[in-house]
Nanobody
């Protein structure tokens, strides 16, 4: 199994920056991809950014050019650097890992990001 622990959320003014961290533990060798999702009040959870075990990345159109997903393999940690934050980025951000041969997945506990105008 894989466990995820997130950190780094908070309150920031529009135009500011935050960095989220997601530390993985457990069967990390079996992780195929990790990503960040977010869920705003009254909206469905959506993919923000993802990175595969091979290092390929993809982003939601709404965050391209502003957010960067990266990883530190030695620390088993994935980061989401968020620049030029907008009020519409306000949401609970969840880390996700997909692992194993049968496509299991696990979620972090979520971290709140609030962007004030």
């Amino acid at each position: 199994q894989v466990q995820l622990v997130e950190s780094g959320g908070g309150l920031v003014q529009a135009g500011g920056s935050l960095r989220l961290s997601c530390a993985a533990s457990g069967s990390i060798f079996s992780i195929n991809a990790m990503g960040w999702y977010r869920q705003a009040p009254g909206k469905q959870r959506e993919l923000v950014a993802a990175i595969t075990s091979g290092g390929s990345t993809n982003y939601a159109d709404s965050v391209k050019g502003r957010f960067t997903i990266s990883r530190d393999i030695a620390k088993n940690t994935v980061y989401l650097r968020m620049n030029s934050l907008k009020p519409e980025d306000t949401a609970i951000y969840y880390c996700n890992a997909k692992y194993g041969l049968i496509g299991l997945e696990v979620w972090g506990q979520g971290t709140l990001v609030t962007v004030s105008s």
